[in-house]
């Protein structure tokens, strides 16, 4: 059994940085495809970034790219994203989650998944 655990959330100012982390538990972190999505209410849980399985090639929303990185750690099994140049309108539930797929993104396709982490940017 896979389990996610989401941290490093908060409140921050516009323009400020967050770094989020999510630890896996289990032997088979490497064999994973994982993601960041994000959720406010009202709306679908949205993609916001992923990295590979084996490769380590990432890809990013647009919305994203140039200000997030996502990363990980296989031999912490331990996923990152730093979060720069926040923006208001990044506040969001963020969720951590992990597929066997190597390249998926819509949330559909993720089989496991944290309780997520509230990040909050003020203007």
């Known amino acids: 059994q896979v389990q996610l655990v989401e941290s490093g959330g908060g409140l921050v100012q516009a323009g400020g940085s967050l770094r989020l982390s999510c630890a896996v538990s289990?032997?088979?972190?490497?064999?994973?495809?994982m993601g960041w999505f994000r959720q406010t209410p009202g709306k679908e849980r949205e993609f916001v970034a992923l990295?590979?399985?084996?490769?380590?090639?990432?890809s990013y929303d647009d919305s994203v790219k140039g200000r997030f990185t996502i990363s990980r750690e296989n031999d912490k099994n331990t996923l990152y994203l730093q979060m720069n140049s926040l923006k208001p309108e990044d506040t969001a539930v963020y969720y951590c989650?992990?597929?066997?797929?190597?390249?998926?993104?819509?949330?559909?396709?993720?089989?496991?998944w944290g309780q997520g982490t509230q990040v909050t940017v003020s203007s």
């Open positions: 989650a992990a597929t066997p797929n190597t390249y998926s993104y819509t949330a559909s396709q993720y089989h496991h």
């Open positions: 990295i590979a399985r084996f490769t380590g090639i990432t």
């Open positions: 289990g032997s088979a972190f490497s064999t994973y495809t």
